[in-house]
C-alpha cells in the first residue's frame, strides 16, 4: 500500500468525535498513556524530536511510507 492511499483510507475512516479533548494511547498489553512510549524513545534515545517529527510530516503527507522514514534515518 503506497502513503498515500494509506493516508486516504485513514482521512475516510469515521471517527466517533470531531475534535477530541485529549487522545491517548494504548500499548497492547493494555498499558494506557498520554504520551506515545516509541515517540519518547525516539526523541530521547533515538534520532531526537525534530527529525521524528519531520518523518511524520513526510508519511502524514502521503510524500513517504512510514517503513522508509523509518528506514533512512539513522
Do not use: C
Not at 475534535?19 to 504520551?35: A, E, M, R, S, V
Not at 525516539?42 to 511510507?65: A, C, M, P, Y
Request: proline residues 4%; negative net charge; without cysteine.
Amino acid at each position: 500500500m503506497s502513503a498515500s492511499s494509506a493516508h486516504d483510507e485513514l482521512k475516510a475512516m469515521h471517527w466517533p468525535v470531531e475534535n477530541p479533548k485529549f487522545i491517548f494511547f494504548t500499548d497492547f498489553d493494555g498499558t494506557i498513556t498520554l504520551q506515545d512510549s516509541n515517540d519518547y524513545m525516539t526523541d530521547n534515545i533515538g534520532f531526537g524530536g525534530e527529525k521524528r517529527r519531520q518523518s511524520n510530516k513526510g508519511v502524514l503527507e502521503g510524500k513517504e511510507t512510514f517503513r522508509y522514514a523509518r528506514i533512512r534515518l539513522p
